[in-house]
C-alpha cells in the first residue's frame, strides 16, 4: 500500500519569504499523481497544485510550485512571497494512475504559521 | 453548478444513536469517496464507490455503511455512534480517469456524546 509521509507537523514563516513544505512517499508504482491540498479555517479543503509522474518538468501555480524528484519519492511544495491567506493545514496526497478504484492517499498535514 | 454537498454541517449525536450523513454531486462523478479527519491523522479513507451499485472499503470502515444507488448521491451511515466516531468528515467526487483533481465538500463536524 502507499503511503505519504510529512515530517513537519507545523511550520512557520514571515510573510513576504518563501517556505519549503516536505513530503515524502512510498509506492512500487512508476505512473501516479501528487498533489497539494490546502485547509484553511473553514476547513475547505482547496486543490492548491498536482504533478503527473511521468512528467518530469514541476509544476507551478503562481505563487506555488513543487520540487518533485521521482528517484527519491519527494514532492515538495514551495511558497513563494507567503502572504498571511497561505496560513494554512497543508496536505500532500497521492492517486495511482491505475484504472478503476483509485483513492486519495493523504499524509498527515502540515500546519503553517505566516507571521505578519 | 453546485459540486458537492454534504449536510449537514455541524451534528451532535448520543452513544448509540444512528445517523445518515448525506453527500450528493452534480458534476457527473463516477468515484465518490468518504473520509475522516482527525487531529495528527490526516484524512483517511473510510469507504469509497467507483459508479452506482457498486462501493468498497477503504482504511477505517468499520461502524459505517454506504450505499450508491444513484450516481449523484452516496450517504454515510452510522448505525451505533461511538465516541470514537468524533470526528470531521469529507466526501468527495471525481471522473475516473487520467490526472482528475478531487472536489471535495465543505466537511460535516460529528461530536458523539
Known amino acids: 500500500a502507499q503511503t505519504v509521509t510529512q515530517s513537519q507537523p507545523e511550520m512557520s514563516v514571515q510573510e513576504a519569504e518563501t517556505v519549503t513544505l516536505s513530503c515524502t512517499y512510498d509506492?512500487?508504482?512508476?505512473?501516479?499523481?501528487l498533489f497539494w491540498y490546502k485547509q484553511p479555517p473553514s476547513r475547505q479543503m482547496i486543490l492548491v497544485i498536482r504533478?503527473?509522474?511521468?512528467?518530469?518538468q514541476n509544476a507551478t501555480e503562481n505563487r506555488f510550485s513543487v520540487n518533485f524528484q521521482k528517484a527519491a519519492k519527494s514532492f515538495s511544495l514551495k511558497i513563494s512571497d507567503s502572504q498571511l491567506g497561505d496560513a494554512a493545514m497543508y496536505f500532500c496526497?497521492?492517486?495511482?494512475?491505475?484504472?478503476?478504484?483509485?483513492?486519495?492517499?493523504f499524509g498527515k498535514g502540515t500546519r503553517l504559521s505566516v507571521i505578519a | 453548478n453546485a459540486g458537492v454537498t454534504q449536510t449537514p454541517k455541524f451534528q451532535v449525536l448520543k452513544t448509540g444513536q444512528s445517523m445518515t450523513l448525506q453527500c450528493a454531486q452534480d458534476?457527473?462523478?463516477?468515484?465518490m469517496s468518504w473520509y475522516r479527519q482527525d487531529p495528527g491523522m490526516g484524512l483517511r479513507l473510510i469507504h469509497y464507490?467507483?459508479?452506482?451499485?457498486?462501493?468498497d472499503q477503504g482504511e477505517v470502515p468499520n461502524g459505517y455503511n454506504v450505499s450508491r444507488s444513484t450516481t449523484e448521491d452516496f450517504p454515510l451511515r452510522l448505525l451505533s455512534a461511538a465516541p470514537s466516531q468524533t470526528s470531521v468528515y469529507f466526501c468527495?467526487?471525481?471522473?475516473?480517469?487520467?490526472?482528475?483533481?478531487?472536489?471535495f465538500g465543505s466537511g460535516t463536524r460529528l461530536t458523539v456524546v
Open positions: 504533478q503527473e509522474a511521468y512528467k518530469q
Open positions: 496526497a497521492y492517486r495511482s494512475a491505475r484504472s478503476g478504484n483509485t483513492p486519495l492517499v
Open positions: 509506492t512500487s508504482e512508476s505512473d501516479y499523481y
Open positions: 464507490s467507483v459508479g452506482a451499485g457498486i462501493t
Open positions: 468527495a467526487s471525481t471522473k475516473v480517469g487520467r490526472n482528475y483533481g478531487y472536489t
Open positions: 458534476m457527473n462523478h463516477e468515484y
